[in-house]
């Protein structure tokens, strides 16, 4: 399934790492993923969401606040894909929640996972070990540089990440998907409402995908009581508001001690022409 990195040859197992015909190697980190991320472009030690971010994260989803969701686009995913054995790419993986949870709902079908955050990536490995399962890979990669062979793909995933439209093209077989998930206008409005004075609605996203002809779109919104201040606070910095909300409005959540919120999604489902 992975291509080389560096000359895009196919990459063969052997012996803890990933090898191509020019004798390109890419060892195999002891929890399992492969870094296939060169630093022609990134630095990987520094790419994409950084230990504390990847914390973050995990500590709101591990609560399952947003397993419906999980359980949703698995369900659409299965949907599109007849395959017996279907190939998915979750591209722009994170820290693993979610392709774990697509491999556990989906076990006929092979995921892989990429991110182009090696913290993530560790992190999603280690997701896949607890959860012991062997359809889940993980490899440090970018969504606009996949190490993915042409036409290789039954399904691209991109849960909460960036689109690229001419690489997802490229790795979809004929007649295969992509599924993009964002936020809903109506989503987390609650805890905005919280922190600013004006809160304002999501706007939808344009991705420009002119590879895809544009199918349906789930409109999936839910209600999750946090009950915690824990809980609401790892939201918090889970989301783009940690970084942009001034001191004063952040410390309104300290004082907070429950809070019922939107999880509201946007699940779109793209056609490759």
């Not at 803890?16 to 296939?36: I, M, P, Q």
């Not at 991320?37 to 994260?57: E, F, I």
């Not at 999980?70 to 279907?86: G, N, Q, S, V």
Request: glycine share 4%; proline share 5%.
């Amino acid at each position: 399934m992975y291509i080389c990195p560096v000359c895009r040859k196919k990459l063969y197992f052997s012996d803890k790492s990933w090898v191509c015909a020019e004798h390109h190697s890419f060892d195999v980190h002891r929890k399992g993923y492969v870094n296939l991320m060169t630093t022609r472009k990134l630095n990987p030690k520094r790419a994409g969401d950084n230990s504390d971010m990847v914390r973050a994260r995990t500590q709101f989803l591990d609560y399952g606040h947003y397993l419906p969701l999980a359980e949703k686009t698995a369900d659409i995913m299965e949907r599109l894909t007849p395959a017996e054995h279907p190939t998915i790419v979750d591209s722009g993986c994170g820290e693993g929640y979610y392709t774990v949870n697509y491999a556990r709902l989906m076990p006929n079908a092979q995921l892989y996972g990429i991110d182009i955050s090696k913290a993530a990536c560790s992190h999603a490995m280690s997701r896949v070990n607890e959860a012991a399962i062997d359809n889940a890979h993980i490899a440090v990669a970018s969504s606009f540089e996949l190490p993915f062979d042409d036409e290789t793909a039954d399904l691209v995933v991109c849960t909460f990440a960036p689109v690229s439209d001419r690489e997802y093209a490229r790795v979809l077989k004929k007649g295969g998907h992509l599924v993009v998930v964002s936020p809903s206008a109506e989503h987390l409005f609650e805890l905005k409402a919280l922190i600013y004075d004006e809160p304002y609605k999501n706007k939808p996203n344009d991705y420009g995908l002119e590879s895809f002809t544009e199918g349906e779109e789930i409109i999936y919104e839910y209600k999750a009581m946090l009950s915690t201040r824990d809980e609401i606070l790892s939201l918090y910095k889970m989301t783009p508001y940690f970084y942009k909300t001034s001191a004063p409005d952040a410390a309104k959540l300290i004082e907070t001690e429950s809070l019922e919120v939107t999880c509201g999604f946007s699940i779109r489902v793209f056609a490759k022409k």
